[in-house]
């Protein structure tokens, strides 16, 4: 298989199957929603079969990666996914933010597909909420979008140049 037959190529890998924890590269246009769908399973299946230590290596290379970049280093106002199960680990992230004394805002779902940026102080604030997944106590305000600087946000894999397949539901990209 040439490059150019390929919809992803891994930008760190030299292997021919896309890895869902590294960039990925486009070489041809959007797959189709069909082509989505099936490039979903194949990354969730992929990322399930990542063993705990190479999950862990990648978490603390991304999280350092990440924390050295110009973006975070200006935002003083960082949103970001609570991580679930085998996704990328946000936890870290969370604590090395809130210790450099940034303000952390993590999604609350207000309805299907609907969410808000909730500022937290710590990961104390968090309770399980809509979905089962972990969001901030309902006292809690929300913060605008406009006051945000940085979204870090779920990802199932991206190219060099920022376009990214999430995991469907389009929430991250409506807000």
């Given at each position: ?81 609570v991580s679930v199960g085998d996704e990328v680990d946000t936890r870290g992230l969370m604590r090395a933010a809130l210790s450099a ?30 979905y089962g997944l972990l969001e901030p106590r309902a006292e809690l305000p929300a913060v605008a979008p406009k006051n945000i600087e ?26």
């Amino acid at each position: 298989m040439t490059q150019e037959d390929r919809h992803f190529w891994p930008a760190s890998y030299p292997s021919e199957a896309p890895s869902p924890r590294s960039s990925l590269m486009a070489t041809t246009p959007a797959p189709t929603s069909s082509a989505k769908a099936q490039l979903r399973a194949a990354l969730l299946a992929q990322r399930a079969a990542l063993s705990a230590r190479r999950c862990s290596e990648a978490d603390a290379a991304i999280l350092e990666q990440l924390l050295r970049t110009s973006h975070y280093q200006a935002a003083a106002t960082i949103f970001s996914y609570v991580s679930v199960g085998d996704e990328v680990d946000t936890r870290g992230l969370m604590r090395a933010a809130l210790s450099a004394g940034k303000r952390v805002c993590v999604p609350r779902c207000r309805s299907l597909g609907q969410m808000d940026a909730v500022a937290i102080s710590s990961e104390a604030e968090l309770v399980e909420g809509s979905y089962g997944l972990l969001e901030p106590r309902a006292e809690l305000p929300a913060v605008a979008p406009k006051n945000i600087e940085l979204i870090i946000v779920p990802c199932l894999a991206a190219t060099r140049d920022g376009l990214r397949i999430g995991y469907g539901g389009g929430v991250y990209d409506r807000y």
